[in-house]
């Protein structure tokens, strides 16, 4: 590994950028999601709901745990009966990540709460008729407007342009996903990728999997699967394999850092057995001026770290 001073002197490497600003490293980092029916309009945190206050807690004695929830709010033009309410589950398999696995049932409103509890607690889901064919693809696009404005307007406008729009993708308003300074932003499972500044022609890439993939990496926000720092190296993955990369088993690990600077590896393993890995030096690159949500869009300090690559190497273990 090179000296943070080499590092420096490099410079970054990071290519991709939508609107002059790499979105890479805003996805968060989850092992699961859960994915809840709850009626609209959703309060600013969907936890400020006191129905699912006890939601909250499950999710922070999970994390105490060592496992990672993240619950949104979700809805759809796909009527179920007034006293009943969706809830989907996607979860990371257990030997080895490839994409998010998906479980979904449809719950008692009044116990829907309950329920998230159980499941978050580690309760399987259980299918009660409302479960679709396990290769359908969620499209779950941003319109949370009391959570930022943008989504309210871009993320809407999007998402009107969307339902409907394709056979074996159901598409889904969502709650918050953080990276509103990227609006309209959104999510695809089973990959769990984010997405920012998305379009239909870029969503329809994305959806039917057309799309080149190296005019994908400045919407990349990146994979929740894998840490923070380690998206840019699971993104590089996906911009060299393309499609294919969905396939592959992947795992990332922070293998060291000196000071600002992050030492990262992205081991992969296609169907076929090929072996290979990815390896990165990340670290934050600038700060970025950047918006509040929940503003008038004026506060002149507001600033957000924008991640780039100083070295990144493909490799064979």
Excluded at 61 to 67: E, F
Excluded at 300 to 314: G, T, W
Aim: a negative charge; hydrophobic letters at 35%.
């Amino acid at each position: 590994m090179t000296s943070d001073r080499a590092r420096l002197e490099q410079g970054p490497v990071s290519r991709f950028a939508t609107y002059g600003i790499d979105p890479i490293g805003t996805a968060g980092h989850y092992d699961a999601f859960l994915l809840v029916e709850w009626p609209l309009p959703w309060a600013r945190d969907i936890f400020d709901d006191l129905a699912l206050a006890e939601v909250q807690a499950a999710v922070d004695r999970a994390a105490a745990s060592g496992t990672r929830w993240r619950v949104m709010a979700l809805a759809s033009d796909e009527e179920l009966p007034p006293d009943r309410a969706r809830i989907i589950r996607y979860g990371r398999p257990a030997d080895g990540f490839t994409v998010y696995e998906r479980a979904e049932t449809s719950v008692p409103s009044g116990t829907l709460p309950r329920v998230c509890v159980d499941v978050i607690g580690g309760a399987d889901v259980v299918d009660s008729g409302a479960s679709r064919d396990g290769e359908t693809q969620d499209v779950l696009v941003c319109t949370h407007g009391r959570r930022d404005r943008r989504c309210g307007s871009m993320g809407l406008r999007l998402y009107e342009q969307l339902r409907g729009r394709y056979q074996g993708a159901q598409v889904w308003r969502i709650s918050h996903t953080g990276g509103h300074r990227f609006a309209p932003t959104g999510i695809t499972f089973p990959e769990g990728v984010f997405w920012a500044h998305l379009d239909v022609p870029t969503m329809d890439g994305i959806v039917s999997r057309s799309a080149d993939v190296r005019n994908l990496g400045g919407h990349y926000r990146g994979n929740p699967a894998f840490e923070t720092m380690c998206q840019p190296a699971e993104r590089e993955g996906f911009i060299q394999h393309g499609w294919d990369w969905l396939e592959h088993v992947k795992a990332g690990e922070i293998v060291g850092g000196h000071g600002e600077f992050h030492d990262v590896r992205v081991l992969h393993r296609s169907p076929d057995g090929e072996v290979g890995a990815y390896e990165a030096t990340v670290g934050v690159g600038r700060l970025v001026p950047t918006m509040h949500c929940d503003s008038a869009c004026t506060d002149p300090d507001a600033r957000s770290e924008e991640l780039q690559v100083f070295r990144i190497a493909q490799t064979t273990p």
